[in-house]
């Protein structure tokens, strides 16, 4: 057995065993799942108790006919009233007087909130509506739209046309979205699917790099500081251990993406929901396995010369923030894809991965960029093995203070 | 047999030449002491003989033959600073090793059986080093230098942390190996473990070889001029009496050597004439002891001349 595998086997063997890679094997989906369905199940979960919400309506007419949309509109799942409209009466100082009794009656929390039919409405197009909160994205949605749908009938009930024809006029529309990845072909697709495509992905490279390469930090650490690393070196060369530990660690990685895959194959069965397409999906896996090699080379290049758990902790938390910034422009990337930063940061290999899976997830990028793109980013991996293989060899029997950069750059010179 | 030789290695850190012109070897079945006091080199003439650093200057041939893997299969080798995997059990850990010297694992299995039991370590096979003690790592340290039976050992402070009992274990599998050929170069700083064990020392001080050879002949070329008195008293004045050069004292025991021009009588009458009225219990004159030859070497380097004192 070649030295290489045989260290590359004692990695993957030992290290699968480790409380570290199984913590990150189940919690890390579940974080990642939590992050995503929690809040979008707390979102979409009903109310249980009827909202009243004031109305100012010094004219009279509002709020009943619109206290009897919105009961009609939206119901609790016990058929009560979602909304209860309560008319707040005009003193005799008129308006203020109302408004002053409305929020007090919102401090105290007894209504949601309070709107205010004052002048008119009708012309002026204004309604004022005062809340504590105005969080709320659903009560204001559901709300607002039909207090817009109430004064739009308004008007055209004021034009003299009848019930019948606004509400023939007024119905609801229903907006379609399809993703065109080229001419012809066409599928249906939202935002959302498309941006967790690429978000999964990314999040994918970020736990592999981060649980594999801090693992790989810390196996070096270890061996550093039980002087195993001697006994190592006195059997196999510096290469031999360098690639077979990333090596191993590679191996760990790939289980932790097919346990993954597995895991979103039968969750998206079971969902219903469309998995990504196969040339997408390959394409953005070179991305991750070529992005995940050029980070293992950082990581034994920074790990290598390191003698404490505090210098470790550092180096994982820069490679952190490089390896967060594309999440930081996640939302520009979605607006303008081919925008020339864009473009210029998907050729700086430490972002190329994850700049690009966030490209092809939101619109292909030219085959030439993509060719371009990752064969640079091929080319930076090897080079930085190369550079890693030189700092591993001349620092790894290193204890004590940390080479500086200058001392480094002096170890690669010298071999 | 010359397994290992060593010419003229040099290794130059920054500013400072840690090796600076070794030269050695060592034969099969011969046991060399590779001597010294901290910092000497010894480590860092031990790291390019197992080839973990390249020499700035200088060859080292194994059988004849310049380094290769076959001869990295062939090195056995246990650092001064140990340790272990701690959380992987102790028969991965042998068969990891033993893979690494390129060792089959039914072959490894068989011969860690053995080991294992000849150092009473069968119980933990499954277990996880951890669990062990930390003289049973070490066992299991040494397990690891020779379970691939390597035509070199390398051992750095090999008795280091053993108890007696393991001590003479150790001992009857060192003769062992040497009887079988081995070759071992034995780094240590207790010269009386390397004066009972070594067929030939190497004594290095601030990278450059001190005195090497055969112990005989190193005894001898130090000649026969050493004292060795035992006593009750306070043997302080000692140091003090005029032709004594390089000193080992304890509290009731000196060694030291004797200027050649000062006779051993004429030393005798003097220290029996001396007020502290020393009371002899025994008087010998005879090699000086490695440890003698040791401190006169380093310690005349340190201070420029004089050298000895306590230990």
Redesign the interface.
């Known amino acids: 057995?070649n030295?290489y595998l045989?260290?590359g086997?004692?990695e993957y063997?030992?290290k699968i065993k480790?409380k570290a890679f199984l913590i990150s094997l189940f919690l890390t989906p579940a974080i990642m799942a939590g992050m995503i369905l929690i809040p979008a199940a707390l979102a979409s979960r009903p109310d249980t108790e009827t909202k009243v919400i004031g109305i100012i309506d010094p004219s009279g007419k509002v709020h009943g006919p619109l206290g009897k949309m919105l009961e009609d509109r939206y119901k609790l799942p016990n058929g009560q009233p979602n909304y209860l409209l309560r008319e707040i009466p005009v003193p005799s100082d008129g308006i203020p007087g109302a408004k002053a009794a409305a929020d007090t009656l919102i401090s105290m929390e007894a209504m949601a909130g309070c709107f205010v039919f004052a002048g008119d409405y009708l012309n002026d197009s204004i309604v004022e509506y005062r809340s504590s909160n105005l969080g709320d994205i659903r009560l204001t949605e559901q709300v607002f739209e039909t207090v817009r749908d109430y004064v739009r009938q308004n008007r055209l009930l004021a034009k003299g046309l009848d019930t019948s024809m606004i509400r023939e006029l007024t119905r609801p529309l229903t907006l379609r979205t399809m993703k065109v990845s080229r001419p012809g072909a066409e599928e249906e697709s939202g935002f959302n699917q498309v941006f967790f495509t690429g978000y999964i992905f990314m999040m994918m490279m970020f736990v592999l790099v981060l649980t594999t390469g801090q693992i790989l930090v810390r196996s070096m650490l270890?061996e550093k500081?039980?002087?195993?690393v001697?006994?190592?070196?006195?059997?196999?060369s510096a290469n031999d251990l360098m690639f077979g530990k990333i090596i191993g660690l590679s191996g760990l990685g790939l289980t932790q993406m097919a346990f993954w895959a597995v895991a979103g194959v039968l969750l998206s069965a079971k969902m219903g929901t469309p998995l990504p397409p196969a040339p997408m999906v390959l394409l953005n896996l070179l991305y991750v396995v070529l992005g995940y090699l050029l980070y293992a080379g950082i990581f034994v290049a920074m790990g290598a010369p390191v003698s404490t758990e505090q210098d470790a902790q550092q180096i994982t938390t820069y490679l952190m923030l490089v390896l967060f910034v594309p999440i930081f422009l996640m939302f520009s990337i979605a607006q303008a894809p081919n925008s020339g930063l864009v473009r210029i940061l998907s050729f700086i290999p430490l972002l190329t991965p994850s700049m690009m899976i966030m490209r092809i997830s939101i619109l292909m990028p030219t085959p030439a960029e993509i060719a371009g793109s990752l064969i640079l980013l091929a080319i930076s991996a090897v080079a930085m093995m190369k550079v890693a293989g030189k700092i591993f060899r001349t620092t790894i029997?290193f204890t004590g203070k940390r080479p500086n950069m200058r001392e480094l750059v002096q170890f690669i010179r010298s071999e | 047999m010359t397994m290992v030789s060593v010419s003229d290695i040099r290794k130059q850190y920054a500013t400072v030449t840690a090796v600076d012109g070794v030269s050695l070897e060592v034969r099969r079945g011969e046991i060399l002491g590779l001597l010294g006091p901290n910092g000497a080199g010894k480590s860092t003439t031990i790291?390019m003989i197992?080839?973990?650093?390249r020499p700035d200057a200088g060859a080292i041939l194994f059988d004849g033959k310049p380094f290769s893997p076959p001869v990295?299969?062939a090195?056995g080798?246990l650092?001064e600073?140990?340790?272990?995997?701690?959380?992987?059990t102790l028969i991965?850990t042998i068969l990891?090793?033993a893979?690494?010297?390129?060792l089959s694992a039914a072959e490894s299995r068989r011969r860690a059986y053995d080991l294992l039991k000849r150092f009473d370590l069968l119980t933990y096979y499954n277990r996880k080093v951890e669990e062990l003690s930390k003289g049973n790592q070490q066992k299991v340290?040494f397990i690891?230098?020779i379970l691939h039976e390597p035509s070199l050992l390398?051992l750095d402070e090999p008795y280091s942390g053993l108890d007696p009992l393991n001590q003479v274990l150790l001992t009857e599998i060192l003769m062992e190996l040497k009887k079988k050929g081995t070759a071992i170069i034995f780094s240590t700083h207790v010269m009386d473990q390397a004066e009972k064990l070594c067929d030939a020392i190497c004594l290095i001080n601030k990278g450059k070889v001190v005195v090497q050879g055969p112990l005989g002949e190193v005894k001898n070329r130090f000649g026969t001029q050493a004292v060795r008195i035992e006593y009750e008293g306070d043997g302080s004045f000692l140091a003090e009496l005029p032709g004594i050069r390089g000193m080992v004292r304890y509290e009731n025991y000196s060694e030291f050597s004797l200027d050649p021009a000062m006779g051993t009588s004429q030393l005798l009458r003097s220290v029996l004439a001396h007020p502290a009225k020393l009371e002899i219990r025994k008087f010998e004159v005879a090699q000086p002891s490695l440890n003698l030859i040791f401190i006169q070497l380093v310690g005349a380097a340190e201070s420029g001349g004089k050298g000895g004192g306590h230990e």
Do not use: D, H, T
């Open positions: 057995m030295k045989a260290v086997r004692w063997l030992e480790s270890e500081s039980n002087r195993v001697e006994v190592l070196l006195s059997s196999c029997l | 790291r197992l080839n973990i650093i990295q299969n090195i080798y650092p600073e140990r340790g272990l995997y701690r959380k992987s991965n990891y090793f893979s690494l010297r390129g340290q690891l230098a390398v």
